[in-house]
């Protein structure tokens, strides 16, 4: 079965501190993968995309993914997070023309 | 730029009420989605179309009905609402299956 697995449910990091969101997907067939950010309150926001080509991909607002076939990987990151940053962080694959979630990871940035 | 827009954004049922959730977007997208989310489980697929005139059920499609007006709206039905169902639902567009997908800002639903 294709499924979306998001390794950790919170992440508190202080400013300016690096932060890796981890995501792990399940699927026999090739895909396309996602990371998506909800603020709070509002809808989802597309912060990147793999579909082909270079494994480093690289998105809005500093982030920036690895796609690792080998390790069925595609892990979130960013060198130096803001309060801004704080949100919920989804990752997600498509298969079979749909989206498949995992379950958030909620980054909270402190000062 | 309005893009994927969803009405109410608020709404309160008593158990076995009816509603219809609303969702319209601008961006000429072929695919529209309808979503929830709940604490804990991410967004789990309702219903999709991939184009207008086709609908096809998602993961989770007990409950609800949908109805594809026209390319811009994608219309969601709970014909006999459950406490089951208070949740975020999002809907969602992109160019075809398979594409990005652009979210509208969701309804927050409660049922009694």
């Known amino acids: 079965a294709q499924s979306v697995t998001q390794l950790d449910s919170q992440v508190p990091v202080f400013e300016e501190a690096p932060v890796e969101l981890r995501c792990n997907y399940s699927s026999s067939v090739s895909v396309y993968l996602f990371w998506y950010v909800q603020y709070p309150n509002q809808g989802l926001q597309l912060l990147l995309k793999y579909l082909s080509g270079s494994t480093l991909v690289k998105g809005i607002n500093g982030f920036e993914a690895e796609f690792n076939k080998s390790q069925t990987s595609f892990h979130l990151r960013k060198p130096s997070v803001h309060i801004s940053d704080t949100a919920e962080y989804f990752c997600?694959?498509?298969?079979?023309?749909?989206?498949?979630f995992g379950q958030g990871t909620e980054l909270s940035v402190k000062p | 730029n309005a893009g994927v827009t969803q009405t109410p954004k608020f709404q309160v049922l008593k158990t076995g009420q009816s509603m219809t959730l609303q969702c319209a977007q601008d961006?000429?997208?072929?695919?529209m989605y309808w979503y929830r989310q709940d604490p804990g489980m991410g967004l789990r697929l309702i219903y999709y179309s991939a184009s207008e005139g086709t609908t096809d059920k998602g993961e989770v499609p007990n409950g609800y009905n949908v109805s594809r007006l026209n390319k811009r709206e994608f219309s969601l039905r709970l014909e006999s609402a459950a406490p089951s169902q208070t949740s975020v639902y999002f809907c969602?567009?992109?160019?075809?299956?398979?594409?990005?997908?652009?979210f509208g800002d969701g309804t927050r639903l409660s049922i009694l």
């Open positions: 997600a694959f498509e298969g079979g023309g749909k989206l498949i």
């Open positions: 961006m000429n997208h072929n695919s």
């Open positions: 969602a567009s992109s160019e075809t299956i398979g594409q990005p997908q652009h």
